[in-house]
Nanobody, 123 residues
Framework: VHLLESGGGLAQSGGSLRVSCTVS????????MAWFREAPGKEREFVAA????????SYRDPVKGRFTISRDNAKNTMSLQMDSLKPEDTAVYYC?????????????????WGRGTQVTASS
């Protein structure tokens, strides 16, 4: 299974960005999917996750109400819409997948990872 992130970039504080993850050599419907982020000098942290069918999702508290995770199993893609961006959202965002059928929150619990995409929210 290969995960490839796209999107991201630079936005002003209060602006919006969207990052997407495309799954290849596998079927996205077989995986619970998640986004993590890693800021300079900090550990990688959970951002949001969505269940295999998309019926359940979870977010870390600071992004609740601002970020929306979604998936399109027919297109083998998952996305994260980020609105009302803040400078503290600046990080490399990573797509992750686990074969488990429920949402997990820790880095070691995910089996597959993308290489990441940079998101920068300027103040």
């Amino acid at each position: 299974v290969h995960l490839l992130e796209s999107g991201g970039g630079l936005a002003q504080s209060g602006g919006s960005l969207r990052v997407s993850c495309t799954v290849s050599e596998g079927t996205i419907g077989s995986y619970t999917m998640a986004w993590f982020r890693e800021a300079p000098g900090k550990e990688r942290e959970f951002v949001a996750a969505i269940t295999k069918t998309g019926t359940g999702s979870s977010y870390r508290d600071p992004v609740k109400g601002r970020f929306t995770i979604s998936r399109d199993n027919a297109k083998n893609t998952m996305s994260l819409q980020m609105d009302s961006l803040k400078p503290e959202d600046t990080a490399v965002y990573y797509c992750a997948a686990t074969e488990q059928g429920y949402i997990l929150y820790l880095v070691p619990e995910y089996d597959y990872w993308g290489r990441g995409t940079q998101v920068t929210a300027s103040s």
